[in-house]
C-alpha cells in the first residue's frame, strides 16, 4: 500500500508561523494555493494606497477552483511574512493578474502524486 502524505509543503509551517490553521490545512491538502505578492509591480503600489493594509502583504491565499465567470464571488487573503492576515479582497475589488509568482520559499513534497487531494 502506498504511503499517503497530507502535506503538499515541507516547510509552510517554519515558513509561515503564525498561519492559522485552517489556512495551512487548506494549502497542504491543495484546496487553496498561495502565491507571492509582486510589492514592486505598480499595480500592487497601486492597490496598496487604498485598499486596507495590502502594503503590508508578503502573499496571497486563494482557492485555485475559481473560474473568470465567478471572479467577482472570489475571495483574497493576503498575510505578512509570517502568516498574519493583513488584508481581505474580493474579485471585485481587484485582479491578482501580473501581481504574484511563485513562492521560492515554500519546498513541495517531491512526491506530489503521494499527497492527498
Same mark, same amino acid.
Given at each position: 500500500?502506498?504511503?499517503?502524505?497530507?502535506?503538499?509543503?515541507?516547510?509552510? !509551517?517554519?515558513? *509561515?508561523?503564525? *498561519?492559522?490553521?485552517? *489556512?495551512?490545512?487548506?494549502?497542504?491538502?491543495?484546496?487553496?494555493?498561495?502565491?507571492?505578492?509582486?510589492?514592486?509591480?505598480?499595480?500592487?503600489?497601486?492597490? @496598496?494606497?487604498?485598499?486596507?493594509?495590502?502594503?503590508?502583504?508578503?502573499?496571497?491565499?486563494?482557492?485555485?477552483?475559481?473560474?473568470?465567470?465567478?471572479? !467577482? @464571488? !472570489?475571495?483574497?487573503?493576503?498575510?505578512?511574512?509570517?502568516?498574519?492576515?493583513?488584508?481581505?479582497? %474580493?474579485?471585485?475589488?481587484? %485582479? *491578482?493578474?501580473?501581481?504574484?509568482?511563485?513562492?521560492?520559499?515554500?519546498? !513541495?513534497?517531491?512526491?506530489?502524486?503521494?499527497?492527498?487531494?
Amino acid at each position: 500500500m502506498k504511503n499517503m502524505k497530507t502535506e503538499k509543503y515541507e516547510n509552510l !509551517e517554519s515558513e *509561515l508561523t503564525n *498561519l492559522p490553521e485552517v *489556512l495551512k490545512t487548506s494549502l497542504q491538502n491543495d484546496v487553496l494555493q498561495i502565491k507571492r505578492v509582486l510589492k514592486e509591480c505598480e499595480k500592487f503600489q497601486n492597490l @496598496s494606497q487604498n485598499l486596507c493594509d495590502l502594503k503590508d502583504a508578503e502573499y496571497v491565499i486563494y482557492s485555485k477552483y475559481m473560474t473568470k465567470e465567478t471572479h !467577482e @464571488s !472570489e475571495y483574497f487573503i493576503f498575510v505578512d511574512k509570517t502568516g498574519n492576515t493583513v488584508c481581505r479582497a %474580493s474579485g471585485k475589488e481587484l %485582479s *491578482l493578474y501580473n501581481m504574484i509568482e511563485d513562492c521560492a520559499n515554500l519546498v !513541495e513534497k517531491e512526491n506530489k502524486e503521494d499527497y492527498i487531494n
